[in-house]
């Protein structure tokens, strides 16, 4: 007698299970994809110490009116691998309310490490192809000074930031979320979103500008994203997130020309990538003689005034507001944002 032909149909039903769990699983996980991009989806990258926070803060005070579902925390799905490993179905459940009420319209993502982390640009292509993406870019010096103290007051035994900063330029490890100067390297962190997505998904924003005049921007970053306009009056202040005391340390003189060295050509080509003087930021970084009058001829409008305030304009002067005139023409699209990156001089 052959016991082996036996055994074999007690192996069977464990083979259909498990042939049926896997199928249950991306029958799921399809759905879940269909149901994120049934929606829109405004995720905001970064940076880290840029007012991301703020952000998230001035768009969840109408969120309910603007059917927007954006948690408080930072999400983190699409570079940490272990939430990245659970799938379409476990992201999509972070935006659902439950039965009780209607589903969202808009999804909310504002997790500031994005942008650096080389995985989320094509991982993010794949789940959520027609996200709009923001970006809020602070001067890189300040940033990575801030970050420091920020580290430091959360009680992380991180030492000097000169030291620190060292350290990382020598190391050959990969990118990390601990990472603190090449979190500053936005050309590169830019130039490699660019390649997955196309010019008109991505709004740049200086954090400069935000913070000055938070108002007009929020109106702006919520037209990005197709939101109705509930910004308010410009003259009505907007409360601050994440704003702490004084720093615990400081640059010294010679540290912070260290960092402008550092960072200065990343800087020149970001101001060519965005077609932006940044002139926020000509205190650290000098404009290039030969540079400053093509970058004036794209955004020479009047200093601090947002692009809605300038000439009266409205969103209809977008092409003339950016120097470029036709450039909804050029893009083929009704409604381009990011001339200029949308960051635009104020």
Known sequence: LDTRSLA???????????????????????????????????????????GTCA??????????EDNLSLPWEELHFFDEEEEFSKGPAHYADLFRWGDDWPPPIVLGDVTPSYLYMPKVAGR??????NARLVVMLRNPVDRALSHHNHDLAKGR?????RDRCEEELSSSLPESRWDLFRRGLYAAQLERLLRFFPREQLLAVASERYRRQPR????????????PDRAGRDDEELPEDHVRGGYAEALSIEDRGRLRELY??????????????????????????????????????GRGRPPSEDRGGSDEDDDAVC?????????GIQNSYFCSAQSLEL
Request: proline share 6%; charged share 30%; hydrophobic share 45%.
């Open 216 to 227: 007009p921007w929020l109106r702006r970053i919520r037209a990005f994203a197709g939101l």
């Open 264 to 301: 200065a050509a990343d800087v020149a080509r970001l101001r060519h990538l965005l077609g932006d003087a940044l002139h926020e930021w000509a205190g650290d970084f000098p404009l290039e003689s030969k540079l400053a009058p093509a970058l004036q001829d794209i955004t020479g409008r």
């Open 157 to 161: 035994e991180v030492g000097r930031l």
């Open 323 to 331: 120097g470029r005139p036709g450039k909804r023409r050029l893009l």
């Open 55 to 64: 952000l998230r803060m001035h768009l969840r005070a109408t969120a309910w």
């Open 124 to 129: 993010l292509r794949n789940l959520l192809p």
């Open 8 to 50: 074999r149909p007690r192996h069977r039903p464990m083979v259909a299970a498990a042939a049926g769990a896997t199928s249950a699983r991306e029958q799921r996980e399809a759905a879940a994809r269909r149901w994120l991009n049934e929606r829109k989806a405004l995720v905001v990258l970064g940076v880290m110490k840029g």
